[in-house]
């Protein structure tokens, strides 16, 4: 690896109970990959998986691969998972309270688990009570299961039957990932963790903080060279008041460390009420403005274009999928699919590039707010090349977006972006035209496909720093993740014009994903100030009890304002920027 050997991990944190589901279909779909690869005797990966695993073993001294992982949630989302997982036989009777604040303990009966989780269990053999484990071999570097799964048949109920991420988590955890806040239910109506104020006041609890402090060593002092954090988290509730208080201690103990942090949210609420409504878009204010001050980049990311906004929810539409708005079963799944594709370009084994240096050129001039669009999959047709699809868009972009964007009137502006593609082979990245025939378009003509991918961005975006990342490696989307694709997908994630009849499961697909920092970004923020200034504020006092005092919160909206200058052209100028006041 272009590293020099040496494994430069990342540690995940996933803080809130949509970036949980999220997460969730993230690493079974790292694992999916994991378990494919071990299947196939040439397997050459492409990806570095100790960047985002960790290695270990259980009591009886087998080899373990778990994801290098600290998730946060509320009471009642793990159903039928124990806290402590079952890898390395840590069984209590009692739960792992992590930190009980006052509570009485109720004894709930044990979940049922649902069809696919039996059927994880009945294919895991000896892992009695739990998913296959990877193995790797003395000297191996690769992960090995047991069996091929095939769990298609547990997952075509799972539709209705997930209430929480916990329902379809494929992957074994470390007993060190799930913390539990006893404090705040999910089904709680009464005590609700609904403002920013709550989530910070929870990381001032030293209970709290010694419990976080000591998972968050344990997996940082056995790392070669840690380079930083990916941190998920949901940006609507408390726990964007949370997650704002964990990265300022991140960045007390681990300065110069990169920390790239996606604020996530549900294309579908249940409470569309006015308070409930209001309480999100301070939440969003709030962390918009210290998680991107706080982080290297930070990324608003849902399937609701509408997230850092009053208006009513406006899920993203795909060609080619089809999905439940209301069920985040269902709409985490295309953004772990795109989280899997943009996290590329610092997880592959040659070429990669640091954390720190992808965020270094996507935020140049304090511009640490960037916006993210994936094409799922990405629309190429069974005989079809990298050009021909990039050529049949027709003007349009091939992809959709997955955060929230200002408006805009004709052509967006791009300062920078990273731009990853996956599930193309080699032969069929560039147009593979006979010698002297002249091509459909310049694209054809290229000679690789990171210069089929560089030029078809430069024609789009001629000011935009660019970096491209191609892997042949798909996305691999087997059970259990959601059957969302239409009849045109093939089982290899290709489109056709003759569905198969009957309709096979699509098992990986091929995907484009952008990160991009945009000029319309000034644009969004702006109205979302405006909204905020136009608020009667006292109305919502109780927001304002939980912690978060008004004159801090002027100071906030005040930074939003400067946060969405930095997005204007000609803001690179140095020195300061002469017109700042005059609007």
Not at 317 to 343: D, G, I, K, M, R
């Amino acid at each position: 690896s272009s590293m020099g050997g040496l494994c430069r991990e990342l540690l995940t944190l996933q803080l809130g109970h949509y970036s949980n589901f999220v997460g969730t279909h993230w690493w079974n779909l790292q694992d999916a990959a994991l378990s494919y690869d071990a299947g196939r005797s040439d397997s050459f990966s492409e990806i570095d998986n100790n960047v985002l695993f960790r290695e270990g073993q259980t009591q009886h001294g087998r080899p373990t691969y778990t994801p290098r992982l600290i998730l946060l949630d509320l009471k009642g989302s793990l159903s039928s998972l124990k806290q402590e997982g079952d890898l390395y036989g840590v069984s209590q009777a009692e739960p792992a309270l992590t930190w009980r604040g006052n509570l009485t303990l109720h004894r709930e009966d044990p979940a049922t688990k649902n069809q696919f989780l039996q059927q994880l269990d009945r294919l895991g053999g000896e892992s009695h009570n739990g998913n296959v484990t990877s193995a790797t071999g003395p000297g191996e570097q690769r992960c090995t299961v047991a069996r091929p799964r095939d769990l298609s048949q547990g997952a075509q109920r799972l539709d209705g039957n997930v209430k929480v991420w916990s329902d379809y988590l494929g992957v074994r955890l470390h007993p060190k990932t799930i913390s539990i806040i006893q404090q705040y239910s999910h089904e709680s109506t009464s005590n609700r963790f609904e403002a920013f104020g709550f989530g910070e006041k929870l990381v001032q609890d030293p209970a709290f903080l010694e419990d976080f402090e000591d998972r968050l060593h344990f997996y940082i002092e056995e790392c070669d060279y840690l380079q930083g954090f990916q941190v998920l988290c949901d940006l609507q509730d408390g726990f964007a008041g949370l997650t704002a208080k964990v990265l300022e201690l991140l960045n007390d103990e681990y300065e110069g460390k990169a920390i790239f942090t996606c604020g996530l949210a549900p294309s579908w609420h249940a409470d569309t009420g006015a308070v409930a409504s209001v309480y999100r878009l301070l939440n969003c204010v709030m962390g918009t403005v210290q998680l991107s001050s706080r982080s290297s980049i930070f990324c608003p990311l849902s399937l609701d274009a509408n997230l850092l906004s009053r208006r009513p929810a406006s899920p993203a539409l795909f060609p080619n999928l089809l999905y439940n708005a209301a069920l985040s079963y269902h709409s985490s799944a295309p953004l772990a699919v795109a989280l899997e594709t943009l996290s590329l370009p610092y997880r592959l084994r040659n070429n990669a590039v640091t954390l720190s240096h992808l965020a270094d050129a996507l935020s140049i001039s304090g511009r640490k707010l960037v916006s993210a669009s994936a094409a799922v999959p990405l629309a190429v047709g069974e005989a079809e090349t990298l050009p021909d699809a990039l050529t049949d868009q027709g003007g349009r972009l091939p992809w959709t977006p997955l955060s929230p964007s200002g408006e805009t009137t004709g052509h967006v502006q791009c300062f920078a972006q990273s731009v990853v593609a996956r599930g193309i082979g080699r032969e069929n990245q560039v147009g593979n035209l006979p010698r002297g025939v002249e091509g459909r378009s310049a694209l054809h003509r290229c000679p690789t496909g990171e210069d089929v991918l560089g030029r078809f961005l430069h024609d789009r975006y001629p000011a935009a720093m660019s970096a491209v990342h191609l892997a042949q490696t798909p996305c691999r989307v087997t059970a259990p993740f959601p059957q969302l694709f239409s009849a045109a997908v093939t089982r290899r994630g290709r489109l056709t014009e003759t569905p198969e009849t009957p309709a096979r499961a699509v098992e990986s697909v091929p995907v484009l994903t952008a990160l991009q920092s945009l000029a319309s970004t000034s644009s969004l923020l702006q109205t979302l100030q405006q909204e905020v200034v136009g608020l009667t504020l006292p109305r919502f006092a109780a927001f304002f009890a939980a912690g978060t005092e008004m004159e801090d919160f002027g100071q906030v909206v005040e930074e939003l304002r400067t946060l969405a200058q930095c997005y204007r052209p000609g803001h690179e100028l140095p020195g300061p920027d002469i017109d700042s006041d005059t609007e």
